[in-house]
C-alpha cells in the first residue's frame, strides 16, 4: 500500500504564490508520472501538472505560465510552485501518483492523496 500525503494549500490573496508538497511512502520500488490535479466546487475534476519520471511535464493551459511542477525521486515527493494565483485557481488540489510496488511485479497501481485546500482571495 502507498500513501500520498499533500501539505501548502491555505488561503491566499489573488497575485500571490505557494508551494504544495506531496510526498508518497508506503511499498515503493519506482513512481512513473506523478503530479497534481484540482476539483473545485460544482467542477470535475481536472489536471494540473504532472511530471513523469524521464522528466517530461504537461501543464493545464492555463496554469502554464503561473506554475511550476517539479519532483525530488530520491525523496518520492512531488511539489507544485503556484505563482500569480487568481481566484479561479481555488480549488482542493490532490497530489496522484502511478507506482510499482515490486522490481517483479510490473503493474502500475494509481494513488490519490486526501487533497490540500487553495483558497485565492480577490
Known amino acids: 500500500q502507498v500513501q500520498l500525503v499533500e501539505s501548502g494549500g491555505d488561503l491566499v490573496q489573488a497575485g500571490g504564490s505557494l508551494r504544495l508538497s506531496c510526498a508518497a511512502s508506503?511499498?515503493?520500488?519506482?513512481?512513473?508520472?506523478m503530479g497534481w490535479y484540482r476539483q473545485a466546487p460544482g467542477k470535475q475534476r481536472e489536471l494540473v501538472a504532472v511530471?513523469?519520471?524521464?522528466?517530461?511535464?504537461n501543464y493545464k493551459e492555463s496554469v502554464k505560465a503561473r506554475f511550476t511542477v517539479s519532483r525530488d525521486n530520491a525523496k518520492n515527493t512531488v511539489y507544485l510552485q503556484m505563482n500569480s494565483l487568481k481566484p479561479e485557481d481555488t480549488a482542493v488540489y490532490y497530489c496522484?501518483?502511478?507506482?510499482?510496488?515490486?522490481?517483479?511485479?510490473?503493474?502500475?497501481?494509481?494513488?490519490w492523496g486526501q487533497g490540500t485546500q487553495v483558497t485565492v482571495s480577490s
Open positions: 511530471s513523469t519520471s524521464g522528466g517530461s511535464t
Open positions: 508506503g511499498s515503493i520500488f519506482r513512481i512513473t508520472t
Open positions: 496522484n501518483a502511478d507506482v510499482q510496488s515490486t522490481w517483479s511485479d510490473r503493474r502500475l497501481y494509481n494513488y
